[in-house]
């Protein structure tokens, strides 16, 4: 079944310690991003990956980083997480060359920093 | 600089009425636009989409859309909802060029009573 999975699904943890979420697919898509979900401001991206190493920043990439050793895994990185980075995080994959090409989500993770 | 609007916040409505979700976009180039669906604790899957072409638009679950250029609109509709229609719609703008960005809308909850 074509997918994108991402651990952990929940996560309460507490100012500066650091976290990683793990996002993977198995459509051998070369496009991966990351996207944060807040009330009343809709999804926006934080990172996105064109390929293996191959990163570049979205509209809100402070405060997280990424990286893109295999083209399965995308993970998003929290080294000193702040109570603002509390949000529901998803991870999308698709195909690079097509960019107007169905986006495929991953089921989020809700994060809580206290 | 591409936007998206989605004014209704929430949208209330009966089981087996007729809905029109609204989505108004701003851009000074040719857009492409998608309507995604996010169910309770789930990631985000596609509705349709409009590339070109027909500017009606059907998708699952019998929605359709109607792309109005004139009125810079893509309005989402369905002539009768269900209870399982329940769930979070989101539209979405992108564009040539564009690459990897999807600038999304804030989001319109569809609730269905019985």
């Known amino acids: 079944e074509a997918q994108v999975t991402q651990n952990p699904r929940y996560l309460i943890t507490v100012t500066g310690k650091k976290l990683t979420v793990t996002c993977s697919q198995n459509?051998?898509?070369?496009?991966m991003s990351w996207y944060r979900q807040d009330p009343g401001l809709g999804l926006r991206q934080i990172y996105y990956s064109m390929n293996v190493e191959v990163t570049d920043k979205g509209d809100v990439p402070e405060g997280y980083k990424v990286s893109r050793k295999e083209k399965r895994n995308f993970p998003l990185i929290l080294e000193s997480p702040s109570p603002n980075q509390t949000s529901l995080y998803f991870c999308a994959s698709r195909r690079r060359q097509e960019y107007t090409d169905t986006q495929y989500f991953g089921p989020g993770t809700r994060l809580t920093v206290l | 600089a591409q936007s998206v609007t989605q004014l209704d916040s929430q949208v209330p409505v009966f089981e087996e009425a007729p809905v029109e979700l609204r989505c108004n976009y701003s851009s000074s180039v040719s857009v492409y636009l998608f309507w995604y669906v996010q169910y309770p604790n789930q990631g985000l899957q596609l509705l349709l989409k409009y590339l070109s072409g027909s500017t009606l638009v059907k998708g699952i679950n019998g929605f359709e859309a109607e792309f109005n250029k004139s009125q810079t609109s893509f309005h989402l509709r369905k002539p009768s909802v269900h209870i399982s229609d329940t769930a979070e719609y989101f539209c979405?703008?992108?564009?040539?060029?564009?690459?990897?960005?999807?600038?999304f809308g804030t989001g319109t909850l569809l609730a269905v009573q019985p």
């Open positions: 979405a703008v992108s564009w040539d060029g564009a690459t990897n960005k999807l600038i």
């Open positions: 459509m051998n898509h070369e496009y």
